[in-house]
């Protein structure tokens, strides 16, 4: 596997059901991204980790917990998710976190439905 | 105001064509000025990026910014079917790249 993988590519949840996302970069990286992509907005970003310690939460909801094991592998769980949840959810990484030259590297996404 | 503004499409161009996306922004700490490009069913890949003011060629594309007018653009020149695609512009300040604020995306198609 190359580049930054996620899994499922699809998700079809329940409000009430508890799913997690599963995000793995193949590149080195030491800082990973949780984005939100709705239809006919921008990209929303989420989390941000940076060795492993989450350096940013945008407000989110607590619906949405992350998790970071190690540099590789970021996770979001969830639960108890609304309608207004689904959309395509990115997961990406980058060297280092910071500077003007730290290039993102996105994932294909997730694409989920909540019902 | 959103703070990343980017012509809303969608666009739809002929083969050959020359294709000029843009974004205009108000925050002048902006200082990394990014074009993403993202095909159906797949996340956003770098196509470009710009430090500050000038212009940027890779191949057939040129990235320009304008930073005392707050405008990027993205040229795609001899457009092709495989650049139907949408677009997103991105920008970040010098110490916060990793934070980069996006554009809503302009959805190109290039028809043979």
């Known amino acids: 596997e190359t580049g930054v993988t996620q899994t499922p590519r699809h998700l079809v949840m329940g409000m009430t059901n508890k799913k997690s996302l599963k995000c793995e970069q193949h590149l080195g990286h030491n800082a990973m991204y949780w984005y939100k992509q709705s239809a006919k907005k921008p990209l929303e970003l989420m989390f941000v980790?940076?060795?492993?310690?989450?350096?940013e939460n945008n407000s989110v909801p607590s619906r949405f917990s992350p998790e970071c094991p190690n540099s590789s592998h970021l996770f979001l769980h969830l639960h108890t998710l609304q309608p207004e949840d689904s959309a395509l959810y990115l997961c990406?990484?980058?060297?280092?976190?910071?500077?003007?030259?730290?290039?993102?590297?996105f994932g294909p996404g997730t694409r989920l439905t909540v019902l | 105001q959103k703070e990343v503004e980017q012509d809303p499409g969608p666009l739809s161009v002929p083969e050959g064509a020359i294709v000029s996306l843009n974004c205009t922004y108000s925050n002048s700490a902006f200082q990394y000025f990014m074009w993403y490009r993202q095909y159906s069913r797949k996340g956003p890949e770098l196509l470009m990026y710009?430090?500050?003011?000038g212009n940027k060629e890779d191949g057939r594309f040129t990235a320009q910014v304008d930073k005392s007018s707050k405008y990027i653009s993205l040229f795609i020149r001899d457009s092709q079917p495989s650049d139907s695609a949408t677009y997103l512009c991105a920008m970040s300040s010098n110490t916060n790249a990793g934070k980069s604020t996006f554009g809503d995306g302009t959805t190109l198609t290039v028809k043979p």
């Open positions: 980790y940076n060795f492993k310690e989450q350096t």
């Open positions: 990406a990484s980058s060297p280092t976190g910071g500077g003007g030259t730290d290039t993102q590297y």
């Open positions: 710009t430090y500050s003011s």
